[in-house]
Protein backbone atom coordinates (compact mmCIF):
# COMPACT_ATOMS: atom_id res chain seq x y z
CA UNK A 1 0.00 0.00 0.00
CA UNK A 2 1.33 3.41 -1.21
CA UNK A 3 1.62 6.69 1.18
CA UNK A 4 -0.84 8.49 -1.15
CA UNK A 5 -4.09 8.45 -0.48
CA UNK A 6 -6.67 6.98 -3.44
CA UNK A 7 -8.64 10.05 -3.03
CA UNK A 8 -8.22 13.17 -1.13
CA UNK A 9 -10.37 16.34 -1.38
CA UNK A 10 -8.61 19.34 -0.15
CA UNK A 11 -10.59 22.37 0.70
CA UNK A 12 -13.01 21.41 -1.81
CA UNK A 13 -16.13 23.88 -2.12
CA UNK A 14 -19.01 23.26 -4.87
CA UNK A 15 -21.34 26.43 -5.88
CA UNK A 16 -24.14 25.82 -8.33
CA UNK A 17 -25.37 28.76 -10.22
CA UNK A 18 -29.07 29.45 -10.37
CA UNK A 19 -31.62 30.42 -12.65
CA UNK A 20 -31.96 33.95 -10.97
CA UNK A 21 -28.25 34.67 -11.49
CA UNK A 22 -27.41 33.91 -7.68
CA UNK A 23 -25.28 31.06 -6.31
CA UNK A 24 -26.17 28.04 -4.21
CA UNK A 25 -22.96 26.89 -2.22
CA UNK A 26 -23.44 22.92 -1.80
CA UNK A 27 -19.91 22.27 -0.26
CA UNK A 28 -17.94 24.38 1.49
CA UNK A 29 -14.22 23.54 2.14
CA UNK A 30 -14.54 19.49 2.52
CA UNK A 31 -11.27 17.94 3.20
CA UNK A 32 -11.40 14.10 3.32
CA UNK A 33 -8.78 11.71 2.67
CA UNK A 34 -9.60 8.18 1.75
CA UNK A 35 -7.05 5.37 1.77
CA UNK A 36 -5.71 2.72 -0.59
CA UNK A 37 -8.23 -0.11 0.40
CA UNK A 38 -10.27 1.69 2.98
CA UNK A 39 -13.97 1.41 3.18
CA UNK A 40 -15.05 5.11 3.92
CA UNK A 41 -18.77 6.14 4.26
CA UNK A 42 -20.20 9.78 4.51
CA UNK A 43 -23.65 10.20 6.12
CA UNK A 44 -25.24 13.27 6.10
CA UNK A 45 -29.11 14.48 5.84
CA UNK A 46 -30.77 14.82 2.88
CA UNK A 47 -29.84 17.46 0.39
CA UNK A 48 -26.61 18.30 1.84
CA UNK A 49 -24.52 17.23 -0.50
CA UNK A 50 -23.02 14.09 -0.33
CA UNK A 51 -23.62 13.08 -3.76
CA UNK A 52 -21.96 16.24 -5.03
CA UNK A 53 -18.64 15.36 -3.28
CA UNK A 54 -19.33 12.05 -4.67
CA UNK A 55 -19.57 13.51 -7.95
CA UNK A 56 -16.19 15.68 -7.46
CA UNK A 57 -14.17 12.51 -6.91
CA UNK A 58 -15.53 11.17 -10.16
CA UNK A 59 -14.56 14.10 -11.79
CA UNK A 60 -18.29 14.20 -12.97
CA UNK A 61 -18.49 17.85 -11.56
CA UNK A 62 -15.41 20.13 -11.13
CA UNK A 63 -14.77 22.21 -7.85
CA UNK A 64 -15.23 25.62 -7.54
CA UNK A 65 -12.71 25.74 -5.41
CA UNK A 66 -10.08 23.41 -3.93
CA UNK A 67 -8.63 20.96 -5.11
CA UNK A 68 -9.71 17.04 -5.73
CA UNK A 69 -6.15 14.32 -6.12
CA UNK A 70 -6.34 10.86 -7.37
CA UNK A 71 -3.23 8.63 -6.21
CA UNK A 72 -1.48 12.18 -5.62
CA UNK A 73 -2.41 13.09 -9.30
CA UNK A 74 -4.83 16.18 -9.52
CA UNK A 75 -7.91 15.47 -11.25
CA UNK A 76 -8.48 16.56 -14.16
CA UNK A 77 -11.87 15.24 -16.06
CA UNK A 78 -13.61 11.84 -15.56
CA UNK A 79 -11.56 9.84 -12.97
CA UNK A 80 -10.59 6.83 -14.84
CA UNK A 81 -9.62 4.67 -12.31
CA UNK A 82 -13.00 4.72 -10.46
CA UNK A 83 -16.15 2.80 -10.71
CA UNK A 84 -19.56 4.59 -10.05
CA UNK A 85 -22.53 2.54 -8.11
CA UNK A 86 -25.24 5.18 -9.22
CA UNK A 87 -28.30 6.16 -6.94
CA UNK A 88 -31.37 5.68 -9.76
CA UNK A 89 -30.95 3.62 -12.22
CA UNK A 90 -28.20 3.11 -14.50
CA UNK A 91 -28.65 0.18 -16.54
CA UNK A 92 -28.65 0.47 -19.94
CA UNK A 93 -32.03 -1.27 -20.44
CA UNK A 94 -31.96 -2.08 -24.11
CA UNK A 95 -29.14 -4.29 -23.22
CA UNK A 96 -29.12 -7.51 -21.27
CA UNK A 97 -28.01 -8.48 -17.68
CA UNK A 98 -24.47 -10.05 -19.58
CA UNK A 99 -24.10 -7.18 -22.33
CA UNK A 100 -24.88 -4.57 -19.54
CA UNK A 101 -21.56 -5.90 -17.55
CA UNK A 102 -19.50 -7.19 -20.68
CA UNK A 103 -19.86 -3.57 -21.84
CA UNK A 104 -17.11 -2.03 -19.78
CA UNK A 105 -14.48 -4.31 -20.70
CA UNK A 106 -16.12 -4.27 -24.67
CA UNK A 107 -15.38 -0.69 -24.62
CA UNK A 108 -11.79 -1.10 -23.63
CA UNK A 109 -10.97 -2.98 -26.24
CA UNK A 110 -11.63 -6.93 -25.03
CA UNK A 111 -12.50 -9.17 -27.74
CA UNK A 112 -16.45 -9.58 -27.26
CA UNK A 113 -16.48 -13.25 -26.41
CA UNK A 114 -13.76 -13.02 -23.46
CA UNK A 115 -16.03 -9.75 -22.24
CA UNK A 116 -18.83 -11.97 -22.26
CA UNK A 117 -16.96 -15.35 -20.61
CA UNK A 118 -15.53 -12.94 -17.70
CA UNK A 119 -19.37 -11.31 -17.66
CA UNK A 120 -21.42 -14.37 -17.12
CA UNK A 121 -18.44 -15.36 -14.04
CA UNK A 122 -19.01 -11.32 -12.63
CA UNK A 123 -23.18 -12.57 -13.17
CA UNK A 124 -22.82 -15.62 -11.41
CA UNK A 125 -20.54 -14.05 -8.38
CA UNK A 126 -23.39 -11.27 -7.75
CA UNK A 127 -25.42 -14.96 -8.11
CA UNK A 128 -27.38 -13.78 -11.24
CA UNK A 129 -25.56 -16.57 -13.08
CA UNK A 130 -29.10 -17.83 -14.60
CA UNK A 131 -30.11 -14.16 -15.57
CA UNK A 132 -27.73 -13.40 -18.13
CA UNK A 133 -30.49 -13.06 -21.43
CA UNK A 134 -32.89 -11.03 -19.03
CA UNK A 135 -33.56 -7.41 -19.79
CA UNK A 136 -33.41 -5.03 -16.89
CA UNK A 137 -37.21 -4.65 -16.46
CA UNK A 138 -37.17 -8.02 -16.37
CA UNK A 139 -35.37 -8.17 -13.12
CA UNK A 140 -36.27 -6.80 -9.74
CA UNK A 141 -34.77 -3.73 -8.00
CA UNK A 142 -32.01 -5.79 -6.26
CA UNK A 143 -31.26 -8.39 -9.27
CA UNK A 144 -30.52 -4.84 -10.75
CA UNK A 145 -28.53 -3.76 -8.31
CA UNK A 146 -26.20 -6.76 -8.54
CA UNK A 147 -25.64 -6.53 -12.36
CA UNK A 148 -24.68 -2.98 -11.54
CA UNK A 149 -22.46 -3.92 -9.07
CA UNK A 150 -20.89 -6.29 -11.32
CA UNK A 151 -21.01 -4.02 -14.11
CA UNK A 152 -18.54 -1.84 -12.24
CA UNK A 153 -16.75 -4.25 -10.38
CA UNK A 154 -15.88 -6.09 -13.89
CA UNK A 155 -13.57 -3.26 -14.70
CA UNK A 156 -11.34 -3.42 -11.50
CA UNK A 157 -11.50 -0.26 -10.88
CA UNK A 158 -9.12 0.79 -7.93
CA UNK A 159 -11.87 3.10 -6.07
CA UNK A 160 -15.39 2.20 -6.09
CA UNK A 161 -18.08 5.77 -5.34
CA UNK A 162 -21.24 4.45 -4.27
CA UNK A 163 -24.29 6.88 -4.17
CA UNK A 164 -26.87 5.35 -1.49
CA UNK A 165 -27.06 2.21 -4.24
CA UNK A 166 -29.20 0.22 -1.82
CA UNK A 167 -31.35 3.01 -0.97
CA UNK A 168 -34.72 2.11 -3.19
CA UNK A 169 -34.47 -1.27 -1.22
CA UNK A 170 -36.40 -3.11 1.09
CA UNK A 171 -34.48 -3.89 4.75
CA UNK A 172 -34.01 -7.53 4.28
CA UNK A 173 -32.37 -7.18 0.55
CA UNK A 174 -30.21 -4.20 1.77
CA UNK A 175 -28.68 -6.47 4.06
CA UNK A 176 -28.03 -9.31 1.57
CA UNK A 177 -26.05 -6.75 -0.57
CA UNK A 178 -23.99 -5.27 2.07
CA UNK A 179 -23.32 -8.59 2.70
CA UNK A 180 -22.35 -9.36 -0.93
CA UNK A 181 -20.49 -6.02 -1.17
CA UNK A 182 -18.08 -6.65 1.77
CA UNK A 183 -17.38 -10.11 0.11
CA UNK A 184 -16.68 -8.98 -2.72
CA UNK A 185 -14.88 -5.89 -1.27
CA UNK A 186 -12.97 -8.04 1.14
CA UNK A 187 -11.28 -10.38 -2.11
CA UNK A 188 -9.49 -7.07 -3.37
CA UNK A 189 -9.85 -3.99 -0.69
CA UNK A 190 -10.41 -1.12 -3.25
CA UNK A 191 -10.61 2.29 -1.52
CA UNK A 192 -14.65 3.06 -1.38
CA UNK A 193 -16.69 5.96 -0.68
CA UNK A 194 -19.55 4.94 0.25
CA UNK A 195 -22.55 7.57 0.47
CA UNK A 196 -25.48 6.73 2.60
CA UNK A 197 -28.37 8.85 4.82
CA UNK A 198 -28.36 5.25 7.01
CA UNK A 199 -26.12 5.51 9.91
CA UNK A 200 -26.87 2.33 10.82
CA UNK A 201 -25.76 0.98 6.99
CA UNK A 202 -22.68 3.48 7.51
CA UNK A 203 -21.13 1.66 10.69
CA UNK A 204 -21.87 -1.84 9.38
CA UNK A 205 -19.85 -1.31 6.74
CA UNK A 206 -17.17 1.21 6.99
CA UNK A 207 -13.81 1.45 8.29
CA UNK A 208 -14.59 5.26 8.63
CA UNK A 209 -17.40 7.24 9.37
CA UNK A 210 -17.33 10.51 7.98
CA UNK A 211 -20.81 13.27 9.16
CA UNK A 212 -21.66 16.04 6.59
CA UNK A 213 -23.67 18.98 8.21
CA UNK A 214 -27.03 19.89 6.85
CA UNK A 215 -26.87 21.92 3.77
CA UNK A 216 -26.18 24.57 2.19
CA UNK A 217 -22.72 25.13 2.42
CA UNK A 218 -22.68 21.86 4.15
CA UNK A 219 -19.47 20.94 5.84
CA UNK A 220 -17.76 17.67 7.19
CA UNK A 221 -18.57 18.10 11.13
CA UNK A 222 -17.31 14.42 12.18
CA UNK A 223 -15.02 11.40 11.64
CA UNK A 224 -15.07 8.53 13.79
CA UNK A 225 -12.89 5.26 13.02
CA UNK A 226 -15.30 1.86 12.98
CA UNK A 227 -13.53 -0.94 15.58
CA UNK A 228 -15.52 -3.49 14.57
CA UNK A 229 -13.31 -6.69 13.79
CA UNK A 230 -13.78 -8.14 9.82
CA UNK A 231 -14.96 -10.22 8.33
CA UNK A 232 -18.37 -8.86 9.28
CA UNK A 233 -22.00 -10.07 8.82
CA UNK A 234 -24.34 -7.01 8.58
CA UNK A 235 -27.18 -8.35 10.63
CA UNK A 236 -24.69 -9.82 13.32
CA UNK A 237 -22.43 -6.97 13.68
CA UNK A 238 -25.24 -4.37 14.70
CA UNK A 239 -25.56 -6.58 18.09
CA UNK A 240 -22.42 -5.99 19.19
CA UNK A 241 -21.82 -3.33 22.10
CA UNK A 242 -19.41 -1.71 20.34
CA UNK A 243 -21.43 -0.87 17.10
CA UNK A 244 -24.05 0.13 19.82
CA UNK A 245 -21.67 2.54 21.73
CA UNK A 246 -20.54 4.02 18.58
CA UNK A 247 -24.15 4.52 17.07
CA UNK A 248 -25.41 6.97 19.74
CA UNK A 249 -21.92 8.82 19.88
CA UNK A 250 -22.27 9.88 16.35
CA UNK A 251 -26.30 9.67 16.50
CA UNK A 252 -25.62 12.64 19.17
CA UNK A 253 -23.55 14.84 16.42
CA UNK A 254 -25.62 14.10 13.83
CA UNK A 255 -29.14 14.25 15.33
CA UNK A 256 -29.27 18.61 15.40
CA UNK A 257 -27.76 18.57 12.10
CA UNK A 258 -30.84 15.95 10.66
CA UNK A 259 -33.37 18.36 12.38
CA UNK A 260 -31.78 21.64 11.16
CA UNK A 261 -32.09 19.74 7.43
CA UNK A 262 -35.64 18.85 8.01
CA UNK A 263 -36.85 22.75 9.01
CA UNK A 264 -34.74 23.31 5.85
CA UNK A 265 -36.44 21.08 3.06
CA UNK A 266 -39.81 21.73 4.98
CA UNK A 267 -39.61 18.13 6.31
CA UNK A 268 -39.59 16.63 3.29
CA UNK B 1 -62.14 -8.54 -19.99
CA UNK B 2 -63.43 -11.71 -21.88
CA UNK B 3 -61.24 -14.78 -23.32
CA UNK B 4 -59.45 -14.07 -26.54
CA UNK B 5 -62.44 -16.66 -28.69
CA UNK B 6 -65.53 -14.65 -27.11
CA UNK B 7 -64.30 -11.30 -27.50
CA UNK B 8 -63.19 -11.97 -31.36
CA UNK B 9 -66.84 -13.35 -31.83
CA UNK B 10 -67.81 -10.31 -29.99
CA UNK B 11 -66.19 -8.38 -32.75
CA UNK B 12 -67.49 -10.21 -35.42
CA UNK B 13 -70.93 -9.81 -34.15
CA UNK B 14 -70.68 -5.73 -34.35
CA UNK B 15 -69.78 -6.40 -37.92
CA UNK B 16 -72.29 -9.22 -39.11
CA UNK B 17 -74.85 -6.53 -37.42
CA UNK B 18 -73.98 -3.43 -39.01
CA UNK B 19 -73.83 -5.42 -42.67
CA UNK B 20 -77.20 -6.96 -42.07
CA UNK B 21 -78.72 -3.78 -40.95
CA UNK B 22 -77.04 -2.27 -44.12
CA UNK B 23 -78.76 -4.95 -46.03
CA UNK B 24 -82.49 -4.11 -44.33
CA UNK B 25 -82.59 -0.68 -44.82
CA UNK B 26 -80.97 -0.94 -48.61
CA UNK B 27 -82.78 -3.85 -49.95
CA UNK B 28 -86.44 -3.69 -48.29
CA UNK B 29 -88.86 -1.12 -48.79
CA UNK B 30 -90.43 0.85 -45.79
CA UNK B 31 -93.51 2.41 -46.86
CA UNK B 32 -93.15 2.39 -49.90
CA UNK B 33 -89.35 3.73 -49.74
CA UNK B 34 -85.82 2.19 -49.03
CA UNK B 35 -83.71 4.24 -46.26
CA UNK B 36 -80.81 3.81 -48.02
CA UNK B 37 -81.46 4.35 -51.51
CA UNK B 38 -78.72 1.86 -53.22
CA UNK B 39 -77.83 4.49 -55.68
CA UNK B 40 -75.95 6.36 -53.01
CA UNK B 41 -74.97 3.60 -50.68
CA UNK B 42 -75.23 0.41 -52.84
CA UNK B 43 -75.95 -2.78 -51.47
CA UNK B 44 -73.40 -5.68 -49.18
CA UNK B 45 -74.18 -8.11 -51.74
CA UNK B 46 -73.09 -5.99 -54.94
CA UNK B 47 -69.65 -4.53 -52.40
CA UNK B 48 -69.08 -8.07 -52.13
CA UNK B 49 -69.62 -9.57 -55.29
CA UNK B 50 -67.22 -6.56 -56.52
CA UNK B 51 -64.26 -7.75 -54.47
CA UNK B 52 -65.37 -11.23 -55.30
CA UNK B 53 -64.64 -10.16 -59.24
CA UNK B 54 -61.75 -8.04 -58.38
CA UNK B 55 -59.85 -10.61 -56.73
CA UNK B 56 -60.75 -13.84 -59.03
CA UNK B 57 -60.34 -11.54 -62.23
CA UNK B 58 -56.73 -10.35 -60.91
CA UNK B 59 -57.13 -6.90 -61.56
CA UNK B 60 -56.92 -6.17 -57.92
CA UNK B 61 -53.22 -7.14 -57.29
CA UNK B 62 -51.33 -4.65 -59.81
CA UNK B 63 -53.21 -1.81 -57.73
CA UNK B 64 -52.46 -3.18 -54.48
CA UNK B 65 -49.19 -3.70 -55.25
CA UNK B 66 -48.21 -0.32 -56.72
CA UNK B 67 -49.67 0.90 -53.23
CA UNK B 68 -47.84 -1.54 -51.14
CA UNK B 69 -44.80 -0.20 -53.52
CA UNK B 70 -45.34 3.41 -52.58
CA UNK B 71 -45.89 3.39 -48.84
CA UNK B 72 -42.64 0.85 -48.44
CA UNK B 73 -40.71 3.41 -49.96
CA UNK B 74 -42.58 6.08 -48.70
CA UNK B 75 -41.68 5.08 -45.46
CA UNK B 76 -37.66 3.79 -45.83
CA UNK B 77 -36.53 6.94 -47.82
CA UNK B 78 -39.10 9.16 -44.68
CA UNK B 79 -37.73 7.11 -42.06
CA UNK B 80 -33.92 6.98 -43.22
CA UNK B 81 -33.88 11.23 -43.59
CA UNK B 82 -35.82 11.65 -40.25
CA UNK B 83 -33.63 9.20 -38.40
CA UNK B 84 -30.28 11.03 -39.72
CA UNK B 85 -31.62 14.49 -39.29
CA UNK B 86 -33.84 14.42 -36.32
CA UNK B 87 -29.87 13.19 -34.73
CA UNK B 88 -28.02 15.44 -36.48
CA UNK B 89 -29.88 18.22 -35.05
CA UNK B 90 -30.05 16.27 -31.42
CA UNK B 91 -26.25 16.44 -31.11
CA UNK B 92 -25.46 19.99 -32.95
CA UNK B 93 -27.98 22.60 -30.72
CA UNK B 94 -26.48 25.32 -33.32
CA UNK B 95 -28.23 23.80 -36.27
CA UNK B 96 -31.26 23.18 -34.32
CA UNK B 97 -31.60 26.37 -33.12
CA UNK B 98 -31.33 27.92 -36.83
CA UNK B 99 -33.65 25.39 -38.31
CA UNK B 100 -36.63 25.13 -35.56
CA UNK B 101 -38.73 27.72 -37.16
CA UNK B 102 -38.16 26.35 -40.93
CA UNK B 103 -38.87 22.91 -39.52
CA UNK B 104 -42.31 23.77 -37.17
CA UNK B 105 -43.58 25.55 -40.60
CA UNK B 106 -43.23 22.57 -42.98
CA UNK B 107 -44.48 20.26 -40.29
CA UNK B 108 -47.52 22.47 -39.84
CA UNK B 109 -48.17 22.72 -43.88
CA UNK B 110 -51.70 20.38 -44.51
CA UNK B 111 -49.72 17.74 -46.92
CA UNK B 112 -52.53 17.50 -49.17
CA UNK B 113 -51.82 20.81 -51.05
CA UNK B 114 -48.48 19.38 -51.83
CA UNK B 115 -49.62 16.64 -53.68
CA UNK B 116 -50.17 19.06 -57.04
CA UNK B 117 -46.60 20.32 -56.76
CA UNK B 118 -45.25 16.99 -56.38
CA UNK B 119 -47.19 15.53 -59.52
CA UNK B 120 -45.76 18.49 -61.46
CA UNK B 121 -42.51 18.46 -60.44
CA UNK B 122 -42.22 14.44 -60.65
CA UNK B 123 -45.07 13.39 -63.38
CA UNK B 124 -47.97 11.11 -62.20
CA UNK B 125 -45.99 7.83 -62.00
CA UNK B 126 -45.55 6.73 -58.46
CA UNK B 127 -42.35 8.99 -57.08
CA UNK B 128 -44.65 12.20 -56.51
CA UNK B 129 -46.51 9.74 -54.09
CA UNK B 130 -43.65 8.67 -52.72
CA UNK B 131 -42.79 12.13 -51.88
CA UNK B 132 -46.39 12.87 -50.69
CA UNK B 133 -45.72 9.82 -48.08
CA UNK B 134 -42.21 11.37 -47.46
CA UNK B 135 -43.24 14.41 -46.03
CA UNK B 136 -45.37 12.65 -43.60
CA UNK B 137 -43.16 9.76 -42.62
CA UNK B 138 -40.60 12.17 -42.48
CA UNK B 139 -41.52 14.60 -39.67
CA UNK B 140 -43.22 11.87 -37.08
CA UNK B 141 -39.72 10.12 -37.03
CA UNK B 142 -37.54 13.13 -37.30
CA UNK B 143 -39.89 14.43 -34.37
CA UNK B 144 -39.12 10.69 -32.29
CA UNK B 145 -35.53 10.45 -32.95
CA UNK B 146 -34.75 13.71 -31.92
CA UNK B 147 -36.91 13.16 -28.72
CA UNK B 148 -35.45 10.14 -28.06
CA UNK B 149 -31.58 11.00 -28.37
CA UNK B 150 -32.25 14.37 -25.82
CA UNK B 151 -34.41 11.90 -23.53
CA UNK B 152 -31.20 9.44 -22.33
CA UNK B 153 -31.07 9.71 -19.34
CA UNK B 154 -28.61 11.98 -17.35
CA UNK B 155 -27.92 9.13 -14.98
CA UNK B 156 -27.47 6.27 -17.30
CA UNK B 157 -25.33 8.76 -19.82
CA UNK B 158 -23.24 9.26 -16.52
CA UNK B 159 -22.89 5.67 -15.94
CA UNK B 160 -21.71 5.45 -19.66
CA UNK B 161 -18.63 7.18 -19.46
CA UNK B 162 -17.78 6.29 -16.16
CA UNK B 163 -18.12 2.86 -17.82
CA UNK B 164 -15.16 4.56 -19.69
CA UNK B 165 -17.53 4.87 -23.27
CA UNK B 166 -15.66 7.61 -25.75
CA UNK B 167 -17.97 10.11 -27.49
CA UNK B 168 -18.60 7.73 -30.23
CA UNK B 169 -18.80 4.72 -28.18
CA UNK B 170 -21.93 6.68 -26.26
CA UNK B 171 -23.45 7.46 -30.00
CA UNK B 172 -23.75 3.33 -30.48
CA UNK B 173 -24.65 2.26 -27.00
CA UNK B 174 -26.60 5.08 -25.93
CA UNK B 175 -28.03 7.35 -27.91
CA UNK B 176 -28.79 5.00 -31.02
CA UNK B 177 -30.82 2.87 -29.13
CA UNK B 178 -32.25 5.45 -27.73
CA UNK B 179 -33.40 7.19 -30.28
CA UNK B 180 -34.52 4.26 -32.57
CA UNK B 181 -36.29 2.97 -29.58
CA UNK B 182 -38.50 5.76 -29.85
CA UNK B 183 -38.46 5.87 -33.36
CA UNK B 184 -39.88 2.05 -33.14
CA UNK B 185 -42.82 3.09 -30.60
CA UNK B 186 -44.14 5.49 -33.36
CA UNK B 187 -44.00 2.73 -36.11
CA UNK B 188 -47.76 2.78 -36.09
CA UNK B 189 -48.10 6.18 -36.97
CA UNK B 190 -45.34 6.17 -39.50
CA UNK B 191 -46.57 3.27 -41.51
CA UNK B 192 -49.86 4.68 -41.26
CA UNK B 193 -49.05 7.53 -42.76
CA UNK B 194 -47.22 6.21 -45.59
CA UNK B 195 -50.42 4.50 -46.62
CA UNK B 196 -52.18 7.89 -46.39
CA UNK B 197 -49.97 9.43 -48.44
CA UNK B 198 -49.55 6.68 -51.14
CA UNK B 199 -53.47 6.68 -50.83
CA UNK B 200 -54.35 10.59 -51.13
CA UNK B 201 -51.67 11.10 -53.91
CA UNK B 202 -53.77 8.29 -56.11
CA UNK B 203 -56.54 9.71 -55.43
CA UNK B 204 -55.48 13.06 -56.41
CA UNK B 205 -53.53 11.85 -60.13
CA UNK B 206 -52.91 8.63 -60.77
CA UNK B 207 -53.39 5.77 -63.29
CA UNK B 208 -52.96 2.79 -60.51
CA UNK B 209 -52.82 2.20 -57.10
CA UNK B 210 -56.07 1.74 -54.36
CA UNK B 211 -56.43 5.81 -54.49
CA UNK B 212 -56.86 5.62 -58.16
CA UNK B 213 -59.75 2.43 -58.02
CA UNK B 214 -61.73 4.42 -55.71
CA UNK B 215 -61.42 7.91 -57.69
CA UNK B 216 -62.40 6.22 -60.65
CA UNK B 217 -65.80 4.50 -59.33
CA UNK B 218 -66.51 7.91 -58.27
CA UNK B 219 -66.11 9.44 -61.49
CA UNK B 220 -68.48 7.35 -62.31
CA UNK B 221 -70.87 7.41 -59.77
CA UNK B 222 -70.26 3.52 -59.53
CA UNK B 223 -70.73 3.48 -55.47
CA UNK B 224 -70.59 0.11 -55.38
CA UNK B 225 -66.97 0.11 -56.65
CA UNK B 226 -66.30 3.14 -54.10
CA UNK B 227 -67.09 0.95 -51.27
CA UNK B 228 -65.33 -2.20 -52.52
CA UNK B 229 -62.10 0.28 -52.92
CA UNK B 230 -62.33 1.25 -49.13
CA UNK B 231 -63.10 -2.21 -47.91
CA UNK B 232 -59.81 -3.42 -49.68
CA UNK B 233 -57.87 -0.03 -48.10
CA UNK B 234 -59.41 -0.75 -44.50
CA UNK B 235 -58.06 -4.78 -44.87
CA UNK B 236 -55.07 -3.59 -46.19
CA UNK B 237 -53.83 -1.41 -43.97
CA UNK B 238 -54.89 -3.75 -41.19
CA UNK B 239 -52.36 -6.63 -42.42
CA UNK B 240 -49.90 -3.86 -42.32
CA UNK B 241 -50.56 -2.87 -39.14
CA UNK B 242 -50.55 -6.59 -38.38
CA UNK B 243 -46.94 -6.91 -39.70
CA UNK B 244 -45.49 -3.69 -38.07
CA UNK B 245 -46.75 -5.15 -34.16
CA UNK B 246 -45.04 -8.40 -35.30
CA UNK B 247 -41.85 -6.34 -36.16
CA UNK B 248 -42.35 -4.37 -32.71
CA UNK B 249 -42.82 -7.48 -30.80
CA UNK B 250 -39.07 -8.66 -32.18
CA UNK B 251 -37.58 -5.12 -31.95
CA UNK B 252 -38.11 -4.44 -28.69
CA UNK B 253 -38.06 -7.11 -26.66
CA UNK B 254 -36.19 -5.02 -24.06
CA UNK B 255 -38.73 -3.21 -23.26
CA UNK B 256 -41.84 -3.09 -20.02
CA UNK B 257 -45.09 -3.95 -21.66
CA UNK B 258 -47.67 -2.47 -19.20
CA UNK B 259 -50.34 -4.39 -19.47
CA UNK B 260 -49.23 -7.54 -20.12
CA UNK B 261 -48.32 -9.78 -17.49
CA UNK B 262 -44.87 -11.56 -17.68
CA UNK B 263 -44.06 -15.15 -16.92
CA UNK B 264 -40.72 -14.17 -14.72
Redesign the interface.
Known sequence: MGETAAVALSEVSIAFRLADGGAYEAVQSATLNVEDGEFVAIVGPTGCGKTTLLNVAAGLFPPSHGRAEIFGAGLDGLNGQAGYLFQQEALFPWKTALENVAIGLEVAGTPRTEARYRAQDWLTRVGLGAFAERYPHMLSGGQRKRVGLAQVLIRDPKILLMDEPFGPLDAQTRQIMGNLLLELWSADRKAVMFVTHDLEEAIALSDRVVIMSAGPSARIMGDWRVPLPRPRDIAEVKLERAFHELHREIWQALKDEVMKGYAQTGGG | MPSRPTLIALQLLVAVVAIAIWHVFSTVPIFGAKLLPPFFFSTPTDVASRIVKWFVEGTIWKHLWITLLEATLAFVIGSVAGVLIGFWFARKPLINAIFDPYVKMMNALPRVVLAPIFALWLGLGIWSKVALGVTLVFFIVFFNVYQGVKEV?P??L?????????ER?LMR??YW??AL?WMFSSLHTSVGFAVVGAVVGEYLGSAAGLGYIIQQAEGTFDVAGVFAGMFVLAAFVIVIDGCVTLIEKRLL????VAAET?T?
Request: a positive charge.
Open positions: STVANARMLGMSQHVPSSVWRPRT
